[in-house]
């Protein structure tokens, strides 16, 4: 037994290491520690929490807290909030602070839409300097400062960036290298010049070209994306498939063997749904391989024109078949280009196709029975009433409606396709962005048809980069008329458009965000004058707005003039051709020359009425797009080439139409530059 004296001894010793401990813990307990400010991490608190930090921090780690609450300021868009921080920087800086400085500045700058000045600053920044975080932040400003725009800088920039991130944001990488892939055509990676060490990229390339090989083809896709992965297994796509591409694996082909087609089998719209019937059974039927009678003769120039229906003003776009439209589309009329060439089609089908009359019977009980009859897809209704009512439908048929709603509904079985006025005006703004034209002027009817496309066209053009479009309206044909004959002429003047936007969404990668410019600053600022003219009318306006113009504007100005389809007719000889010198306009290819055997077959099937060639030609695509549904619905980048445009589908599957350019030329009509 040990002795008393040992023990007390031992007890002592403990005591004060006992009472330290017990000292610390209840001055941890009364004093949390707050973690130091590291401004080449992540800034993961609001601008309030570093803020506050800013106020109880002694001068010597003021600065990192000011950097990452002017970081968080920027990415909460609080922007007078963060300049005033920089202001209160002080005038010494680390090197690491001053480098931090600068990724901030870049953000401001792009924020602002400055990306001259962004772009500016991070040339100065060298990337290997930065810490990984900042790095990954480096890499998505340099994104942002192209703008999405695709091209080598950009696709380096996201192949930089990949290696720096984690889970959500890395597969954000992947999908946007490859969205940035997929706007760029094959012509356009082809001609891309990279290093022989880039091997990363070469993959992508070498993806991007699998693609557009067999994107047609969902099982040759399957089996070529495979192959590319065990070719290249180091590329992040093969471990981390885009997910536009990793839907192609799921890929399930829809059923066409019974198809129901509805249409108004009476009434104003009667005859333009025969038309589009004609064409859907003619492309069933394998009809267009027959090339057109050998003893057929070419329309003379001087064609009459077949009656409208009711008259002059009668509807011929579906999408303006729906009570109350005030528009004035007129039946166009034109020739045929003779040719002996036949037209490679699909050979006949063997599905059912069975009519239902939506004139006759509401569009809930025609989609029920066509359900219980047996039927797997469903093409049409035409009327843009009846395709409202799709929006409420419970239906489990796959639809391919022939209009479009005011409002798309994105739903797994619904896709739209409609010859309307404003996807002419959302192609019109393509094609004239394309051509390098910055400054537009929009000339349109009065009324809902001038309206539809003025907002179509506006929103398409801020889509694509550019800012304010002029609007001016014209009235009847007598008024153009009076101010002919007066002198008067056309000033191309007129009232800036504002067109409906959805609310800009920032974008966040690596926990930088980068806010999208406030709705109402323009993308990109307006200067000098008109310098092209969108023209909405018909032959007979189009005779006197082009003099009127040309009374007010000299040829110096350089305006290039644009018309839609609305002008295009038959019976327009050498005299107008020769008064419409230089003006280019939009058809669809059908009528431009690019199956000139099936033209001249339609031509005498409608007696060169236009406007319900466009429909037939509607018919054949609608029965393409049918037999391709599963493609437009589950493929990303569908497009086929059809008679009415060459065809894509949007996410929401809204069929998107590219028009064929002609332009007016020493009394010729030839391809648009």
């Given at each position: 037994m040990l002795p008393s004296k040992v023990v007390r001894n031992k007890a002592g010793r403990f005591v004060p290491v006992l009472l330290a401990g017990l000292i610390l813990a209840a001055c941890t307990g009364q004093a949390p520690q707050t973690p130091g400010a590291d401004v080449q991490g992540?800034?993961?608190?609001?601008?309030?929490?570093?803020?506050?930090?800013?106020?109880?921090?002694?001068?010597?780690?003021?600065?990192?807290?000011?950097?990452?609450?002017?970081?968080?300021?920027?990415?909460?868009?609080?922007?007078?909030?963060?300049?005033?921080?920089?202001?209160?920087l002080p005038k010494t800086l680390s090197d690491s602070q001053s480098q931090e400085v600068q990724l901030l500045n870049a953000q401001l700058a792009i924020s602002r839409q400055d990306v001259a000045s962004a772009q500016s600053v991070l040339d100065k920044l060298d990337p290997s300097s930065l810490s990984?975080?900042?790095?990954?932040?480096?890499?998505?400003?340099?994104?942002?400062?192209n703008q999405g725009k695709p091209s080598l800088t950009l696709l380096r920039a996201f192949i930089a960036q990949e290696p720096l991130l984690q889970g959500a944001d890395k597969q954000k990488n992947i999908d946007a290298t490859w969205q940035a892939l997929t706007q760029m055509t094959p012509e356009?990676?082809?001609?891309?010049?990279?290093?022989?060490?880039?091997?990363?990229?070469?993959?992508?390339?070498?993806?991007?070209?699998?693609?557009?090989?067999?994107?047609?083809?969902p099982d040759m896709l399957k089996a070529g994306i495979t192959d590319w992965q065990t070719r290249y297994p180091q590329n992040p796509a093969a471990k981390m498939l885009p997910t536009a591409l990793g839907q192609v694996q799921n890929f399930q082909q829809a059923s066409t063997g019974k198809i129901a087609l509805l249409l108004p089998l009476n009434g104003q719209a009667q005859v333009f749904a025969?038309?589009?019937?004609?064409?859907?059974?003619?492309?069933?039927?394998?009809?267009?391989?027959?090339?057109?009678?050998?003893?057929?003769?070419?329309?003379?120039?001087?064609?009459?024109?077949?009656?409208?229906?009711?008259?002059?003003?009668?509807?011929?776009?579906?999408?303006?078949?729906?009570?109350?439209?005030?528009?004035?589309?007129?039946?166009?009329?034109?020739?045929?280009?003779?040719?002996?060439?036949?037209?490679?089609?699909?050979?006949?089908?063997?599905?059912?196709?069975?009519?239902?009359?939506?004139?006759?019977?509401?569009l809930p009980q025609l989609l029920a029975q066509a359900q219980q009859d047996g039927a797997t897809l469903v093409v049409g209704p035409l009327l843009k009433n009846n395709v409202e009512q799709l929006a409420d439908s419970q239906t489990p048929l796959n639809v391919l409606a022939l209009n479009e709603p005011e409002k798309i509904q994105n739903r797994p079985n619904l896709c739209y396709f409609a010859l309307s006025p404003e996807d002419e005006a959302r192609d019109a703004a393509h094609h004239i962005w394309e051509q390098g034209k910055r400054s537009p002027l929009l000339l349109v009817p009065r009324g809902s048809l001038g309206d539809r496309v003025t907002n179509a066209f506006a929103s398409e053009w801020q889509k694509l980069g550019g800012s304010t479009v002029l609007r001016q309206q014209f009235g009847s044909t007598g008024e153009l008329k009076q101010g002919i004959n007066s002198g008067a002429g056309i000033r191309l003047t007129g009232t800036p458009v504002s067109a409906p936007q959805e609310q800009?969404?920032?974008?966040?990668?690596?926990?930088?965000?980068?806010?999208?410019?406030?709705?109402?600053?323009?993308?990109?600022?307006?200067?000098?004058?008109?310098?092209?003219?969108?023209?909405?009318?018909?032959?007979?306006?189009?005779?006197?707005?082009?003099?009127?113009?040309?009374?007010?504007?000299?040829?110096?100005?350089?305006?290039?003039?644009?018309?839609?389809?609305?002008?295009?007719?038959?019976?327009?000889?050498?005299?107008?051709?020769?008064?419409?010198?230089?003006?280019?306009?939009?058809?669809?290819?059908?009528?431009?020359?690019?199956?000139?055997?099936?033209m001249q077959q339609a031509a005498r099937t409608?007696?060169?009425?236009?406007?319900?060639?466009?429909?037939?030609?509607?018919?054949?695509?609608?029965?393409?797009?049918?037999?391709?549904?599963?493609?437009?619905?589950?493929?990303?980048?569908?497009?086929?080439?059809?008679?009415?445009?060459?065809?894509?589908?949007?996410?929401?599957?809204?069929?998107?139409?590219?028009?064929?350019?002609?332009?007016?030329?020493?009394?010729?009509?030839?391809?648009?530059?």
């Open positions: 992540p800034a993961t608190r609001t601008s309030d929490y570093y803020l506050q930090q800013v106020q109880q921090s002694s001068d010597d780690n003021k600065a990192d807290w000011q950097l990452l609450a002017i970081r968080a300021l920027l990415n909460e868009g609080k922007y007078p909030q963060a300049n005033q921080q920089f202001t209160q990984k975080d900042q790095q990954a932040r480096y890499w998505q400003l340099q994104i942002n400062a356009q990676a082809n001609s891309l010049v990279i290093n022989a060490d880039e091997n990363v990229l070469q993959g992508w390339l070498d993806l991007q070209s699998v693609y557009h090989a067999n994107r047609q083809d025969s038309a589009i019937q004609k064409g859907f059974n003619d492309a069933k039927n394998g009809v267009l391989n027959a090339p057109p009678p050998a003893a057929e003769a070419q329309p003379t120039e001087n064609a009459s024109a077949t009656p409208a229906e009711n008259d002059a003003n009668a509807v011929v776009s579906p999408s303006a078949i729906q009570p109350g439209d005030d528009s004035e589309q007129q039946q166009n009329q034109s020739v045929a280009p003779a040719s002996s060439q036949s037209v490679a089609t699909a050979p006949a089908s063997n599905a059912e196709v069975k009519v239902y009359d939506t004139s006759a019977q509401p800009p969404q920032g974008v966040t990668i690596a926990g930088l965000t980068i806010p999208a410019p406030p709705s109402d600053a323009p993308v990109q600022s307006s200067s000098g004058n008109v310098d092209a003219t969108y023209i909405v009318s018909t032959q007979d306006e189009l005779q006197l707005i082009k003099p009127m113009i040309a009374m007010r504007v000299s040829s110096r100005d350089n305006v290039a003039l644009y018309a839609s389809s609305r002008s295009f007719q038959a019976g327009s000889g050498p005299d107008f051709r020769l008064e419409m010198e230089g003006l280019q306009f939009s058809d669809i290819p059908l009528l431009t020359g690019a199956n000139p055997g099936l409608f007696n060169n009425d236009y406007s319900l060639v466009r429909l037939y030609a509607m018919g054949i695509d609608a029965w393409t797009l049918a037999n391709h549904f599963s493609e437009m619905r589950q493929l990303p980048g569908f497009q086929i080439d059809g008679n009415t445009g060459k065809l894509s589908a949007t996410q929401d599957c809204v069929i998107n139409r590219k028009l064929t350019w002609s332009q007016y030329r020493q009394g010729q009509i030839v391809p648009a530059n």
